[in-house]
């Protein structure tokens, strides 16, 4: 059967995309990590896909500074120039074929691609009539519970702020560790003290120890409830540490693809695993590795590097499609800060949080809040 061109025309094409920018300031000031990294005003893009079935999807993605990982925020709005514009006229509801081809025009820097790929599964919703939860594998129970990150400050500071936050209901905490070794023992033995049976920790050094310091830390607290989450740099120190401690590892910074998850799966490597939406390309490659850690048993923090309203709405479609058992936590990030982007997208209650029911993403962003675009392209 010879094959036509009107055989191969889609059902829907991408007519334009635009880009906005907008500054994310925190309700703390400030949001502290390991080696003195620190960010005040988060700044974050978001990207509206618009087609001619006259449907726009929306994404947003927000780098943790230029320090963080090799991202950052303004490297989004200069590879979506470079991208953009090649993207029109494609389907966006044929997401593996759609990210397959932003791969091949646009080498590398996954989180450039992410907020446009969240879109297309925004799109891909709202024409199916469906939450993205749903086409992204079932909603798994009501809602889920919520880890809070505790940004870095004193022990005594961090053990106010996590016992302030278990009063608003969490029982997952995220301390920022990655410091001086003996301050960060202090910093863990203090949180741990104010924390009840059922409550999790997690030292989250963010790559900041060395290896002996690592070692010095994990000894220091072998007697300590907690979880080691990414103690050094590169996956090999991690995973010798990992193999000269008891307690259950994460691994976080090192995680960008589905050959370190089958690695580190080999080596026994990890316990968890967290994964960043951004860092990933988007929700298509992150649920691609979020059904292989089911596959293969590695429990899953489900996150992004950080956002406001459209991300805290992706990471919950993706998290709720997570089975109970392999979601280890996750995360809200639109509590963090002090600026609503967008109506519809969900907020914690007691700790816990639930997806939208409503189709796609279930966002509708305040225009007046982004303002004008600062990019467009298409018709």
Request: with cysteine; aromatic share 6%; proline share 4%.
């Amino acid at each position: 059967m010879q094959i036509t061109a009107e055989r191969l025309e889609v059902s829907m094409r991408i007519t334009r995309i635009l880009a906005y920018q907008v500054d994310l300031p925190l309700h703390e000031g400030s949001y502290k990590w390991s080696d003195g990294k620190q960010v005040i005003v988060f700044d974050s893009t978001v990207v509206g896909v618009e087609t001619d079935a006259g449907i726009t999807g929306w994404g947003e993605v927000c780098p943790l500074g230029p320090a963080y990982l090799p991202a950052y925020a303004a490297g989004v709005r200069a590879g979506l120039k470079e991208l953009a514009l090649q993207l029109i006229g494609y389907d966006p509801t044929e997401l593996t074929k759609l990210d397959r081809q932003m791969d091949a025009l646009l080498k590398g820097h996954p989180y450039v691609k992410s907020a446009i790929d969240m879109a297309c599964w925004d799109i891909l919703g709202q024409t199916a009539g469906l939450p993205v939860c749903t086409l992204l594998g079932g909603r798994y129970g009501e809602d889920f519970g919520l880890y809070r990150a505790i940004s870095q400050e004193s022990p005594e500071a961090m053990a106010r702020s996590a016992a302030g936050y278990r009063s608003q209901g969490y029982r997952r905490f995220q301390l920022k560790v990655g410091g001086d070794p003996d301050t960060d023992i202090e910093r863990i033995r203090a949180v741990r003290s104010i924390l009840q049976p059922g409550d999790r920790l997690i030292a989250d050094a963010n790559t900041g120890w060395t290896q002996h310091e690592a070692m010095r830390v994990v000894r220091a607290v072998r007697d300590i409830d907690v979880y080691i989450e990414q103690p050094c740099l590169t996956y090999e120190e991690c995973l010798s540490v990992r193999r000269r401690t008891d307690h259950p590892f994460v691994l976080d910074e090192v995680i960008d693809g589905i050959d370190v998850l089958a690695r580190g799966k080999a080596d026994m490597a990890m316990d968890v695993v967290n994964l960043k939406i951004s860092k990933f390309g988007g929700l298509t490659k992150t649920r691609q590795a979020r059904d292989l850690c089911v596959s293969l048993g590695i429990a899953m923090t489900i996150e992004d590097s950080w956002g406001g309203d459209i991300v805290t709405a992706a990471i919950a479609h993706l998290a709720h499609s997570t089975p109970g058992e392999f979601l280890f936590t996750t995360t809200d990030f639109n509590s963090y800060v002090t600026k609503t982007i967008a109506d519809g997208a969900p907020h914690r209650v007691n700790g816990r949080m639930a997806a939208s029911t409503k189709p796609g993403l279930g966002v509708r962003p305040r225009m007046e809040v982004l303002g004008q675009p600062v990019l467009a392209v298409g018709a």
